[in-house]
């Protein structure tokens, strides 16, 4: 084990490292003019209902990501605490799809008739390659890091100081972009960020690379619902 000195500078982590690197990337994912239109309460229902219908068909394709993942921890792992917080997020799927159903029949949206668009088959396509045991757990958690990051780095930005969100969306900010789900982001950066340390150089390419890959594939998914804005 490491001991830092009282005082001593932390030392600028990977994913730290990332995200100044790729700022801007970043931001074009979690400030995504969908984002900025539920936070200036301009947006228009119908990207809300094809945001929501789409999202509803990634999150029952993520389930098994999930778990995947949680194959991974439990095969690779050398902290246990791991499995309970990847566990934690498969329990919580189960509550969030009961969500959507709820959400769904509230805007009067029958899900067993939304057809997947291209943006959502390409981005559960990804979520399915991931699967593959010959894909590293640092690789694998560091997707489901970003994924995560990037949807309540959004969503608290709607309910954030002087946001406008409309009433009746506040809910799905919320879901995301409460306290609670950022600390669970943060338990998986902080997860991928140990995994990471210890990776070789070939690793650390590929996940870097992954990284950008989920932040294009979100911006994508985003844009699926602009042909109605
Ligand atoms: C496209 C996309 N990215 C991230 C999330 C957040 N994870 C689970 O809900 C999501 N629902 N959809």
Redesign the pocket.
Known sequence: MEEKAKGEEKKVGVIETWLRKHRLLFNGATRHPLILSIRDGSINIASFKSWLAQ?YL??RA?VPFVASVLIKAWKESDESGDMEVILGGVAS?ED?ISWFKREASKWGISLSEVVPQQANKK?CGLLESLMSPDVEYSVAITAFWA??A??QESFAHCIGEGSKTPEELKGTCER?GNEAFAKYCLSLQNIAERRLQKASDEELKKAEAMFLNVLE??VD?WNMSRGNV
């Open positions: 999202d990634f999150v993520f799927l969030e981005y994924i995560e990037v949807y995301w594939y979100e998914f």
